[in-house]
Structure formats: C-alpha cells, structure tokens
C-alpha cells in the first residue's frame, strides 16, 4: 500500500463533536488527557481542543484544565469560571486582563468561548463540583512573590519576615530575570536559599478538608513554588543547554500533580485536562529531545501515572495562517505558513488530500509506516520566521509520541482579543521554548 492508502485507511472522520466518539473510547478510564497543538496562534487546534475538553468535563466528569500559562493571570479565569465571589462575571474580562507578552496565547476568542461554556456548565453545580482553569508554567516569579507576601501579611503573619526576604533578595534585579540569570552566573546560589527558606515554611498538602479556604491555601503554595521554580529557571537558563527546559517542564508536571490531589477528594480521583504545546505533551523519548538530554511533561506524566491513566493528543496542520512574532518581544502578526518540507509527517498527510481527520494509535503493533516510522513535524512557538520553516520540524515517532492525532489541510489564525504591545513587564521565556 501507499502512504495515502496507509493515511486514508487509518484516518476517522473529524468534522463535528460527535466523531470525537472513537477518541472519547481511546481515553477510557484515564484520569490525565494532555492536549497539544503545533503552534500557540492556530484557530483549529484551539477550537477543537476545546470541543474535546467540553465533551470530557461534561461527559467524563474532568474536573479541571490545566494551560501553560500563568498561574496568576489563570487563577483570575478560574475564578470566573467557577463563579467564585470577587470572580469575573464575563471570563473574557479576565482573559482581557493578560498583559504578559505572548498575550495572545490565551487572551483569544476561541478561549473565551471555552471558558464562557465553562462558566455556564460549572454555574448548575455546587461548588466543590465545578471544574477550574489554572496555569502550570513557571514565569511569574515576581508577580507570585507579591501574592505571597500579600497572603502572609493578611492570613499568616508569622511566615511575612521569611517571604519579605526572598522578595528583597530579588529586588536589585527590577523584575529582569536577564539581571538576575546573569548576577547569578557570578554568585551561583543567587536567592535559592530564601525562597527554599519561604517554600519549606508553605509547603504542606492542600485539600477541600482543610479548615483554611482552600483555594487560597493552594494560592498560596502554588506561587510559593513558582518563586522556587522560577529562581531555579532564570539561574540555569544563562548557561543553555537542556537544564532550564527540564526545570520548566517539571515544575509543570509537578503542578499538575498537586492539582490532581486538590482535587481528589470524596472518594473521586481528580481528573485533569492539559493544553500545551506538542513539544511539552508528546513524549520526548519519540523524538530527538530525549537524545538531547531533556524530558517533557507528557514523558513525566507517563513516567509517574501509568501509561495506561494518560492519553496524549497531538495536532499537525499543512498551510494557511498563524499569529506569531517575528523575533523576541516584538508585537505579534498574521504570518503565511507554507506548504510543509519535503519527508515530514505534515507532507504525507497533505499528500493524501485528506480534508481534516482524526488519528487514534492501534494497540496492535503492525501499524502503517507514518505511525511508526520517524517523520519531521512542524513546530511553531511564539516566535515564527515563515522562511526558515524547513528548520522548524521534530522528528517523531507519531505512535510512541502520542495516543491519538488530529489533523488539519488548512490551518487558519486565531483571533486574539486585542494587539500586542512590544516587550512589556518580565520575559516569560527564552528563545529556546514554546
């Protein structure tokens, strides 16, 4: 057979919520549903990884998302969400709100139509039942130092004098992470030991049985361990090298750890959704990070819960349109997306016409040779240079990175909220991420 016979024969169809069926069949029982997407500004793969969220909130009892965002700024949504008092009415309100660059990210119409689906969903259940919205990444080390200083003084005094001194110590830097990553090129341990001093004092597990409110309790370690990942990152990425992306990808698979404990209670195992780049959610060891010494959320959440509680999805697209940055901080554009390379897993699936499908691995091993084989795989990040597209692709193991793939022919922009400024407030991340 040929590849598109191959394609043809293996593809399900992919055009309304129901034919989401066979995938909905494939996660099963699986308390973990990480959800990617091959760039951070297409329409298609925002819009039908929120079609497959609903479908597992409201059918599958998923009782959260998880996005690699800020946690801060998704605390506000989350807070909107689950019409929690001082919340949002509108989520858009609170997505209108991000104004760390790449805001387009998540501050979108086709995230804005999620969440006010969410909102309504989560509005005819009780309060311990309504699924959240949270951010796993690591960025926000200023802004979550505040949170904490400002927790402690009001609720927790007693712990004010250890997080004012971790603030402090990072002071002399203004908020540039650059600053501080270089200082502590020249003083290794930088402000380690004050914000390892503030975390042991936070550091305990929060559940619903807490006699503190506990979202705020988890507010509070959860910006405590962004200051401590957060340190750890702008340290380490000075350096290069695969360090700084092994802190960011565990600091996330260890949020979406404590978010699944949060919420397991009532004798119900929390149940997580994760949307995030192909790059954090398709295992690494099909690809060549793992050679390149670095691990991703989706190898980590394997690793830690079973091959068999998580399911991964991936998303590839052929041509059309992206929202991108030409370069570092610089404000976002509509790009043109070329025709895929020559040899990618993109080509072979272009070659067979194939409007828009849906990919669920086989358990059986004899497979078609584009699940099994090693194919390039467009990766776009927040910064795009349509040009150098040939030099943009992973290779990959399609059935080894992921459970299942969703397909587009034609790709077409997202529509962010409002226009990008340039470079405002701290970098969220360095060049070498997505």
């Not at 380690?192 to 979202?215: I, K, N, Q, W």
Request: glycine share 10%.
């Amino acid at each position: 057979m040929s590849d598109v016979d191959d394609v043809l024969g293996a593809a399900l169809p992919l055009e309304y919520a129901e034919d989401l069926d066979p995938l909905l069949d494939r996660i099963g029982d699986a308390s973990c549903v990480l959800i990617g997407e091959a760039s951070h500004g297409t329409h298609e793969y925002y819009a039908w990884r929120a079609a497959i969220t609903r479908r597992l909130i409201a059918e599958r009892g998923f009782s959260f998302v998880a996005v690699e965002g800020d946690w801060p700024d998704c605390r506000e949504v989350g807070r909107s969400v689950t019409l929690a008092p001082g919340g949002a009415e509108d989520p858009r309100t609170a997505l209108d709100g991000f104004g760390r660059w790449p805001t387009w990210m998540w501050a979108n119409e086709e995230t804005v139509r999620f969440c006010r689906w969410l909102r309504e969903h989560n509005a005819g259940l009780p309060p311990d039942e309504r699924a959240g919205f949270y951010g796993l990444d690591v960025y926000s080390l200023w802004e979550s130092l505040r949170a904490v200083v400002d927790h402690l003084a009001e609720h927790r005094p007693e712990y004010l004098a250890t997080a004012l001194e971790a603030y402090r110590c990072f002071e002399p830097h203004g908020e540039d992470p650059r600053s501080y990553g270089w200082n502590t090129s020249l003083v290794p341990d930088g402000c380690a030991e004050e914000v390892m001093a503030l975390l042991t004092r936070l550091r305990r597990p929060v559940s619903h049985g807490d006699s503190r409110d506990p979202d705020e309790e988890l507010d509070v370690r959860q910006n405590a361990e962004i200051a401590a990942g957060a340190e750890r990152y702008y340290r380490t990425m000075i350096a290069g090298g695969p360090e700084s992306w092994n802190v960011r990808d565990v600091h996330m698979a260890d949020t979406l750890d404590r978010l699944t404990d949060f919420h397991t209670h009532g004798g119900q195992t929390g149940k997580g959704v994760v949307w995030a780049h192909n790059t954090h959610v398709g295992d690494a060891r099909a690809t060549d990070m793992a050679d390149a010494g670095m691990v991703n959320l989706g190898q980590l959440a394997r690793e830690r819960r079973g091959r068999d509680r998580v399911v991964i999805v991936g998303f590839a697209g052929g041509p059309g349109e992206v929202v991108a940055a030409p370069s570092w901080g610089d404000p976002m554009e509509v790009m043109t997306v070329p025709p895929p390379a020559h040899g990618s897993l993109e080509e072979v699936l272009a070659r067979s016409e194939l409007h828009r499908g849906m990919f669920v691995v086989p358990p059986e091993r004899d497979m078609p040779g584009f699940l099994t084989g090693t194919l390039g795989q467009r990766a776009i990040g927040v910064v795009y240079d349509p040009d150098c597209d040939p030099r943009q692709y992973v290779p990959t193991r399609l059935a080894e990175r992921y459970d299942a793939l969703c397909w587009f022919r034609i790709t077409s922009a997202l529509a962010p909220l409002h226009l990008e400024a340039a470079r405002r407030g701290e970098l969220e991340t360095m060049p070498s991420g997505v």
